[in-house]
């Protein structure tokens, strides 16, 4: 959030700067591009937590780079208590995949994000189209799910992945990666 602040600040000081020398319409761009970046922020739900509400912003203007739409719903009927640093890792793996899926798919360029919290587990799962055909595994691959896995069991939970083909169509699939764990 510190680094969103600092970034409004610049450009608030560049429209002052524009309005001081006569530039109304540079000033007028900046503020629209400016206002375009903000809604989009506001799309996504608030949570009571503020490394979900960071993450999904920060990730949000990755997405929205790359033409592709974070759906986010948060449903928190308790605090979340799995270290920020631990569910840092999470998210940001989770997300970071569905992106990468989305930016090699040519249909719905949609990621779900979902997080449920009450006071006894936390489930987050995101889903999206994705290619049916596998991947290459590379040297570099993999790496996110393994220390995912490794989270969840930290937390007696576990990770599933699935991907289930869709409806008439051979070329696509749904992915949906799935994190429980107890809120502890």
Known sequence: LRKTKHDYINLLSTVKGYIEIDQIEKAQNI??????????VSKLPCSNNDTINTIL???NKKAADSGIEIKATVNESFAIKISDYDLSRILFNLIDNSIEALENCDKEKICNF??????????ITVSNICNTKNIKNTIDRGNGTGIIKGIAKKYNG??????????????YSKATATVTMENI
């Open 31 to 40: 503020i629209n591009e400016t206002i375009e970046d903000l809604s989009s």
């Open 57 to 59: 912003n920060l990730k």
């Open 114 to 123: 979902e997080i449920f919290a009450d006071k006894d587990k936390v489930e």
């Open 158 to 171: 576990k990770y599933t992945f699935t991907k289930e083909p869709l409806q008439n169509d051979k070329k």
